[in-house]
């Protein structure tokens, strides 16, 4: 590849699976990855040659969803140790190749902002990736919340919000009649997307960011549909009855986009338009997205080669430390 050649390329939306975190995954969270269990259970060397066949130089891997979300404190707080811990071993095999986002017990918030800490001060992972809702009913931007995000904000670390499966009334209500003959429409079709764009607006008008500015919010798929309705939900939480908040100015300036599994180009000049190329960040979303048609896309879209540096690595070299 002429353009890419000469290019560091970092991926920060490449899953793993870890036993110890999967051995708690039940129902639908359990069958989820199985299309590509035996790559997500892989963090060596056939990972690092299908990252070389695609020209990816760096990973920053995650855990699959729902990670540690749905366990209860005490056997959260357990596992994402473990878990963080394991994460830590991996990349310090390939630590050229590898970094991480910790996985945080979310249902114990004081325990997950000390992991937090204790993951980034002493295993050098790059921020957390947090998947959809807590014990599958809360969402991460209620109060009880809020010392991670102080905690990120101290450690001046992003939080990635990453889908999972979404509530079951929801699926049930909006979604059933299809999910047999298309189970992709309660995930990567629409399911994760509702749920996790919800997520980024609800962070948004809870006035977190208002507490600690500081924090940086990154959204996968190029941002779940928000940049696409930013000028639209500004009108409506503005409107006369609303007690109003500058959405746009607040998404554009806490919020930052990856294009983990989402490699299209009007959906991509869109983000550039609201945000902007400083807030875009490659991503693949491997291995439900395979490594090869991200960059292929890179290569080929049609954006000068100084915004093409930023999206493939200097927002991530900077965002991250890497
Ligand atoms: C993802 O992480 O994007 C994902 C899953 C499960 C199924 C499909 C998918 O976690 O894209
Ligand atoms: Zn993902």
Same mark, same amino acid.
């Given at each position: 590849?002429?353009?890419?050649?000469?290019?560091? /390329?970092?991926?920060?939306?490449?899953? #793993?699976?870890?036993?110890?975190?999967?051995?708690?995954?039940?129902?639908?969270?359990?069958?989820? @990855?199985?299309?590509?269990?035996?790559?997500?259970?892989?963090?060596?060397?056939?990972?690092?040659?299908?990252?070389?066949?695609?020209?990816?130089?760096?990973?920053?891997?995650?855990?699959?969803?729902?990670?540690?979300?749905?366990?209860?404190?005490?056997?959260?707080? *357990?596992?994402?140790?473990?878990?963080?811990? @394991?994460?830590?071993?991996?990349?310090?095999?390939?630590? +050229?190749?590898?970094?991480?986002?910790?996985?945080?017990?979310?249902?114990?918030?004081?325990?997950?902002?000390?992991?937090?800490?204790?993951?980034?001060? *002493?295993?050098?992972?790059?921020?957390?990736?947090?998947?959809?809702?807590?014990? %599958?009913?809360?969402?991460?931007?209620? *109060?009880? =919340?809020?010392?991670?995000?102080?905690?990120?904000?101290?450690?001046?670390?992003?939080? #990635?919000?990453?889908?999972?499966?979404?509530?079951?009334?929801?699926?049930?209500? #909006?979604? *059933?009649?299809?999910?047999?003959? =298309?189970? %992709? $429409?309660?995930?990567? @079709?629409?399911?994760?997307?509702?749920?996790?764009?919800?997520?980024?607006?609800?962070?948004?008008?809870?006035?977190?960011? +208002?507490?600690?500015?500081?924090?940086?919010?990154?959204? %996968?798929?190029?941002?779940?549909?928000?940049?696409?309705?930013?000028?639209?939900?500004?009108?409506?939480?503005?409107?006369?009855?609303?007690? %109003?908040?500058?959405?746009?100015?607040?998404?554009?300036?806490? =919020?930052? $986009?990856?294009?983990?599994?989402?490699?299209?180009?009007?959906?991509?000049?869109?983000? $550039?338009?609201?945000?902007?190329?400083?807030? $875009?960040?490659?991503?693949?979303? #491997?291995?439900? /997205?395979?490594?090869?048609?991200?960059?292929?896309?890179?290569?080929?879209?049609?954006?000068?080669?100084?915004?093409?540096?930023?999206?493939?690595?200097?927002?991530?070299?900077?965002?991250?430390?890497?």
């Amino acid at each position: 590849m002429t353009i890419l050649k000469d290019q560091r /390329v970092i991926a920060i939306e490449e899953h #793993y699976y870890d036993d110890n975190v999967t051995a708690h995954f039940e129902g639908l969270d359990a069958r989820t @990855g199985g299309f590509v269990r035996e790559n997500l259970e892989e963090v060596g060397e056939a990972r690092i040659r299908s990252m070389d066949e695609a020209g990816i130089d760096v990973q920053v891997l995650s855990h699959g969803a729902p990670s540690t979300q749905k366990m209860d404190a005490e056997t959260g707080v *357990k596992v994402a140790t473990l878990a963080n811990d @394991g994460l830590a071993e991996l990349i310090s095999a390939h630590p +050229d190749r590898f970094a991480g986002f910790a996985a945080l017990p979310t249902a114990d918030p004081k325990a997950a902002a000390d992991e937090l800490e204790r993951a980034v001060n *002493k295993l050098g992972l790059k921020g957390a990736m947090i998947h959809g809702l807590t014990g %599958g009913e809360h969402f991460f931007d209620k *109060k009880q =919340f809020w010392p991670i995000y102080e905690r990120a904000q101290a450690l001046d670390v992003p939080l #990635y919000i990453h889908p999972a499966n979404p509530h079951p009334a929801v699926v049930d209500a #909006y979604l *059933k009649d299809y999910a047999e003959a =298309f189970p %992709g $429409i309660v995930n990567a @079709g629409w399911g994760f997307t509702m749920e996790t764009a919800t997520a980024g607006i609800r962070i948004v008008l809870s006035g977190v960011l +208002d507490e600690y500015p500081d924090v940086k919010i990154i959204l %996968g798929h190029l941002g779940e549909t928000l940049p696409f309705l930013l000028w639209r939900i500004d009108m409506a939480v503005n409107r006369p009855g609303n007690d %109003g908040v500058a959405f746009r100015d607040a998404f554009c300036s806490h =919020f930052y $986009i990856t294009t983990s599994g989402f490699f299209a180009d009007p959906a991509l000049l869109c983000c $550039i338009q609201e945000m902007g190329v400083d807030r $875009i960040l490659f991503a693949i979303d #491997y291995p439900f /997205v395979s490594n090869e048609p991200g960059p292929a896309w890179m290569e080929r879209l049609m954006l000068n080669a100084d915004d093409k540096a930023k999206i493939l690595h200097s927002n991530a070299e900077k965002m991250l430390g890497l």
